[in-house]
């Protein structure tokens, strides 16, 4: 456990602004960047800052109702904002975003958790893995990326590893991180998946996943850095057994 630990944790910090010189710097294809929130008026503003700065120039927050003012943050940091549909938890504001992204003219959608754990400069691979390279789903994995030291317990790491593994041997594929906040989708898989999907919480991430690999579209996952979450944690333990309530039913399904 001592020697998982170490490992986890041995990750050079990221900077709340990262400038990833390493990233080319490219105009992005014509792309709508979805952020769900409930409660996050501490990260939002500086989110979605970061992100027009990394080329996003449409950026979506579908808000679950939030009792503070992270709607008010958010609209004037340059970002739209809707309230999410379909009721409560944030496989409702998923499908909200989904929705919003068919009626524009948008041609990639990439989602980002809004707790600025998530880093946007990593979304320009993944936008163009969903454009340039053809895939119709990208993943982006915090396990194989770097993380910033404590941002990952062990048991979210175990267990995210364990289930990724798992769920992708049902398809005969090696995945790390399905259960990941970092997402990119190609026009074409929105318009597959969005009438499939159901699911009200966080376990959206993995019916995502289950439903892409059994529509048979082509689904990639690429490393990205993750860090230290501003505020209060929404998963909380009785949420971390509702999805592995999930996993294991999307397993013997």
């Avoid at 999907?197 to 439903?211: N, W």
Wanted: charged share 25%.
């Amino acid at each position: 456990m001592r020697m998982l630990v170490a490992l986890m944790d041995n990750q050079p910090a990221l900077p709340i602004n990262p400038r990833n010189q390493s990233l080319e710097q490219k105009a992005l294809p014509p792309t709508l960047l979805m952020i769900p929130t409930l409660n996050e008026e501490e990260a939002i503003g500086d989110l979605v800052t970061e992100a027009r700065e990394c080329g996003f120039t449409k950026i979506l927050v579908v808000d679950g109702f939030s009792a503070d003012q992270t709607r008010q943050v958010a609209e004037n940091a340059g970002a739209l904002v809707c309230l999410q549909e379909f009721g409560n938890g944030k496989g409702c504001a998923v499908r909200t975003g989904m929705r919003q992204f068919l009626e524009g003219d948008s041609e990639v959608l990439c989602i980002i958790d809004g707790d600025v754990t998530n880093v946007p400069s990593y979304l320009l691979k993944m936008v163009r893995a969903a454009g340039e390279d053809g895939a119709d789903v990208v993943l982006g994995s915090r396990i194989r990326g770097r993380r910033n030291p404590h941002a990952m317990g062990v048991l979210t790491y175990t267990s995210n590893l364990t289930v990724s593994f798992l769920l992708g041997a049902k398809f005969r594929r090696l995945f790390t991180d399905v259960q990941t906040g970092y997402w990119a989708f190609s026009r074409n898989a929105v318009q597959k998946l969005y009438p499939l999907l159901h699911s009200t919480g966080f376990e959206i991430e993995l019916e995502i996943f289950t439903t892409s690999l059994r529509e048979k579209l082509k689904v990639c996952e690429v490393p990205v850095g993750f860090r230290t979450r501003k505020g209060k944690s929404k998963f909380s333990f009785l949420l971390r057994l509702r999805n592995l309530y999930y996993a294991v039913k999307y397993l013997v399904s």
